[in-house]
């Protein structure tokens, strides 16, 4: 059965300690592995979408990668604005979007 | 640019009832999905719409069902409520459907 999991659940940085979330998945016909970050209140706002292994993407702070297996997404020197939930989804050849369950960064001061 | 609409906000209904929940995509989005989330389940997919045609369905019980006018506006409604449909339902919209995903803020639904 197809399935993404993420991990840690939750993750308390200090601002500027890097660190890295996982997501793990098992997909059948991958068809694109989306990041997504979610606020308090709000609905998740897109960040990134990888293809293939070995594809990176960077946007600030935040640089997405892909191997066949599992996905990371490196914070780099994180600052309390980055405090969110991070989502990643993967898109099979069904129109869909399955998401995992989300690593929730807070970054301290 | 407009995002995506949902309306209401914040909805409270009785065991039950039913519920009506509206979406406006983006301008020239053609695709629109539904989702459902809860602190348990996290996000669920419930229904794609395009064109005016569903797509694809998640596993929900009939009780939950959408449809698309031809403007694209969507709407989803859930007869009968039950304590486990409080949740928040969240509506995105793309142009062709396995791209990137714009979200609405969602509707909060509380069921007592």
């Known amino acids: 059965e197809d399935q993404v999991t993420q991990s840690p659940e939750a993750l308390r940085l200090q601002e500027g300690e890097s660190s890295s979330l996982n997501c793990s998945y098992t997909v059948s016909g991958l068809r694109g592995l989306f990041w997504y970050r979610q606020d308090p209140g709000k609905g998740p706002e897109f960040l990134f979408t990888?293809?293939?292994a070995g594809e990176e993407k960077e946007k600030e702070r935040l640089k997405a990668t892909l191997t066949k297996k599992e996905s990371f997404l490196h914070i780099t020197a994180p600052k309390p604005e980055d405090s969110a939930t991070y989502l990643c989804?993967?898109?099979?050849?069904?129109?869909?979007?399955?998401f995992g369950a989300g690593t929730t960064v807070t970054v301290r001061a | 640019k407009a995002g995506v609409t949902q309306t209401p906000r914040y909805l409270i209904k009785t065991r039950g009832q039913q519920v009506t929940l509206s979406c406006s995509p983006i301008?020239?989005?053609?695709?629109v999905s539904w989702y459902q989330q809860t602190p348990g389940q996290g996000l669920q997919f419930l229904f794609e719409?395009?064109?005016?045609?569903?797509?694809n369905k998640g596993n929900f019980p009939g009780r939950f069902s959408g449809r698309q006018f031809s403007n694209s506006r969507s709407e989803m409604n859930v007869s009968t409520l039950e304590l486990g449909d409080s949740a928040l339902y969240l509506c995105?919209?793309?142009?062709?459907?396995?791209?990137?995903?714009?979200f609405g803020s969602g509707t909060q639904l509380s069921v007592l």
């Open positions: 719409y395009f064109s005016e045609t569903q797509r």
């Open positions: 301008s020239g989005h053609r695709s």
């Open positions: 989804a993967f898109a099979s050849n069904d129109y869909k979007l399955s």
């Open positions: 995105a919209s793309s142009w062709g459907g396995n791209e990137k995903l714009f």
């Open positions: 990888l293809y293939s």
